[in-house]
């Protein structure tokens, strides 16, 4: 028996254990496996876009990965324009939430 795996979220505090290599090859090993991913990528728009799963019936889901400080991410570890990394919020106030919605474009 195998898991048939779709999706990958990667918004956690361990996406950087094997430091950027590991971020890299992982990223790399997920498309070659045509498993979509979302939370993280090689710059914020990557990172923050999210997974798009086509359903067998029509539609789709979109599925989307976000890490915070509060559960051991630090800010360093998030990514910027042309800087890989995670799809970070500092907090969860109506500010913050709102700066992400931005960059869904919701």
């Known amino acids: 028996m195998s898991a048939d795996i779709d999706c990958c979220v990667l918004a956690n505090n361990h996406i950087f254990d094997w430091g950027l290599a590991g971020l890299v090859d992982t ?6 496996l045509r498993i979509e991913s979302a939370g993280a990528g090689l710059e914020i728009d990557q990172a923050s876009a999210p997974a798009v799963l086509d359903l067998s019936g029509g539609g789709r889901i979109l599925v989307f990965s976000v890490a915070l400080v509060t559960s051991g991410v630090p800010v360093s570890w998030a990514a910027r324009s042309e800087i890989p990394g995670v799809c970070l919020l500092t907090d969860l106030s109506d500010a913050s939430v ?4 931005g960059v869904w474009g919701a």
């Open 27 to 32: 990223l790399e090993s997920l498309e070659r």
């Open 98 to 101: 709102a700066r992400s919605r």
